[in-house]
């Protein structure tokens, strides 16, 4: 046979619900200095293009597996980005990273948050988190929310945890995962 198949597979992962309440988090002023790094700039976009979010989400979340997003038909996504706050972190007009909020009436949920391969170790990520972090209060929010698996970042979960987050659950699922089987002619 020639060609590529996709193999499903069910793979063991831990995922992890957190929550930080209002007060508990670091307060770290992650937005000012961010916003007086060289050429850094925040934006929030409310009903973001489907092609603007997967590209964020693509180019973060492809290290770590993150592919859900893209099998969703195309109207669900369009629905779901309707219910999400998607602030971009941008260097030089470039998006570096990306978090997206989705609101509920006094809690918020922190749904994907991340950054760029080559931004990563240069200081960005606690900063930006913190700032995420500091959105998803906004409107009297009491807490804030967001899931976490052992094949995010290795970092992510303790940055969490700094932020103030606090673990409620921890638990295996089996996720599935496509692998993409090259055949030996290919190789």
């Not at 976009?45 to 092609?51: E, H, K, L, R, V």
């Not at 979010?53 to 770590?64: A, C, D, E, S, T």
């Not at 240069?122 to 700032?131: E, I, M, N, Q, V």
Request: glycine share 6%; proline share 5%; hydrophobic share 30%.
């Amino acid at each position: 046979m020639y060609g590529r198949e996709v193999a499903e597979e069910y793979l063991p992962s831990k995922i992890r619900r957190l929550r930080c309440f209002r007060g508990e988090n670091s307060g770290y002023q992650g937005f000012y200095e961010l916003t007086h790094m060289e050429e850094i700039d925040i934006r929030t976009t409310y009903s973001c293009s489907p092609d603007y979010f997967l590209y964020l989400y693509n180019r973060v979340g492809k290290p770590w597996r993150w592919f859900e997003m893209n099998e969703l038909p195309k109207d669900k996504l369009v629905s779901w980005l309707k219910n999400q706050r998607v602030i971009s972190l941008l260097k030089n007009g470039e998006p570096i990273g990306f978090g997206s909020i989705e609101e509920y009436e006094n809690t918020s949920n922190i749904s994907y948050f991340g950054l760029v391969p080559e931004a990563i170790g240069k200081g960005y990520g606690r900063k930006f988190l913190s700032f995420v972090t500091s959105m998803a209060f906004d409107n009297a929010k009491l807490s804030v929310s967001l899931y976490t698996t052992d094949t995010d970042h290795p970092n992510a979960y303790p940055s969490y945890l700094k932020e103030g987050f606090k673990l409620e659950e921890c638990r295996t699922i089996y996720q599935y995962a496509p692998i993409l089987i090259f055949h030996k002619e290919e190789i």
